[in-house]
């Protein structure tokens, strides 16, 4: 595992350099604004603390999935945003580099922000091409990754740049770092994990990971289907990951001769179609009418899985435990969700899903860590070295 003692900024000199600092600005659009600041009132923190010792901030981020330079994509709206969010008039640039940039900057103050346009505009990013990493590093005297949603991917803005300049952790990626490792570093037992959302394959790594040090692993959301297919039980219509089956019995296997338990549903709310005016009832797993789906965890289950979590003294949540965003189906989501909120135990989050149950359950401000790295977080727990992280400097 990468180790978690990396240099921040406050262990090097920023007073008033030029600091290129790569945010995680991917946020939700509703038209031409922002409807969802979260992560952008993360970065808050890195960037007032290099404005208050004069250093002049360059803002880097990736924003969706542009084909190309799409206007809906362009960095206004954030622009915009973090200019009400700090109480002044940030910089927005239409590029990323080239004369024009490079003229822009030279006028801005000391303490002045300014966002470049989003980096996947351009092919060079995810190709990590170190032409244009060295054109982004010409911006500035420092380097700084305060992304840690993006540190598991190789691009220029998250490696390369690293290669031309001092480079090192910003605020939210120090808390990201050290609040993750705590579940890795001698957690405090009973360890929980609740692992849901769809893909098993996104979570085997956790999985055999956790098996070695964990004391039990709660299963929930449709990832559960391809266990229960093992266990010999009939899911109906209910979604099954391809290849689910194999990795989920790997798994299982494992499990026999580890300390961790695997615990999986044994009642499930099912549904006759996918929708909010569906038909719906409870049914232990093994009853499941044919051609009906399920699409929540049932309250037995909700039961067994509180018990879990009120003796736990260590708890991580990656994954809803069915379709929560449709009310017929949330009430197993928001039952564990309020459960870690209420623990007496360090309590992390990660995974967009995850965060959105507990925004949506107002319960967020109860959990110790909400991690904004999905993939990030899980490789992290995997023990795969992350090449953003892995360019930052040590202590």
């Known amino acids: 595992m990468v180790s978690a003692l990396k240099k921040t900024i406050k262990d090097i000199d920023v007073d008033n350099k030029r600091v290129l600092v790569r945010v995680d600005f991917n946020v939700p659009l509703d038209g031409s604004r922002v409807a969802d600041d979260t992560r952008i009132r993360l970065a808050l923190p890195t960037i007032e603390y ?15 999935r542009p084909k190309g330079r799409e206007e809906c994509y362009c960095m206004d709206p954030v622009a915009a945003r973090l200019s009400q969010l700090l109480h002044y008039p ?13 003229a822009n900057l030279a006028q801005l103050p000391p303490g002045g922000v300014a966002v470049l346009e989003n980096s996947r505009f351009y092919p060079q990013e995810k190709e990590n091409d170190p032409r244009w990493a060295k054109e982004l590093a010409g911006l500035a005297d420092i380097y700084v990754n305060d992304a840690f949603g993006c540190v598991h991917r190789a691009h220029a803005t998250t490696v390369g740049v690293a290669a031309y300049l001092p480079a090192v952790a910003g605020l939210l990626m120090e808390t990201e770092l050290k609040q993750l ?3 890795m570093e001698n957690p405090e037992r009973p360890f929980v994990i609740i692992l849901g959302g769809v893909k098993v394959s ?3 790594g956790v999985i055999e990971r956790f098996l070695d040090f964990a004391d039990a692993i709660l299963i929930g959301g449709a990832m559960c289907f391809g266990f229960l297919k093992v266990e010999g039980i009939d899911v109906g219509a209910s979604k099954v990951e391809e290849g ?3 990795v989920a019995a790997a798994a299982l296997a494992k499990a026999k001769s580890s300390q961790c338990r695997i615990m999986l549903p044994v009642d499930l709310m099912v549904a006759d179609r996918f929708d909010i005016a569906a038909k719906t009832k409870i049914v232990p797993v093994d009853q499941i009418p044919a ?17 879990e979590i009120k003796a736990a003294r260590t ?3 990656n994954g809803p435990m069915g379709a929560f965003e449709m009310e017929p189906f949330a009430a197993g989501t928001r039952a564990i969700a309020e459960a870690v909120a209420a623990a007496d135990a360090l309590t992390v989050t990660g995974g967009g899903d995850t965060v959105a149950a507990v925004n949506k359950f107002g319960v967020d401000g109860s959990i110790d860590h909400i991690s904004t790295g999905g993939g990030a977080a899980m490789e992290f727990l995997e023990g795969k070295e992350l090449p953003g992280v892995a360019v930052l400097a040590d202590k």
């Open 90 to 102: 940030v910089m927005k640039l239409d590029d990323c580099s080239g004369a024009d940039v490079e």
């Open 202 to 204: 996104d979570k085997i």
């Open 291 to 307: 051609g009906w789906m399920g699409l929540d965890i049932g309250p037995e289950t909700v039961a067994a899985y509180i018990k």
């Open 181 to 183: 490792s705590r579940l």
């Open 50 to 64: 290099l404005r208050q010792r004069g250093a002049r901030v360059i803002l880097i981020s990736h924003l969706g």
């Open 315 to 317: 708890i991580f949540w």
């Open 244 to 246: 689910a089956i194999d």
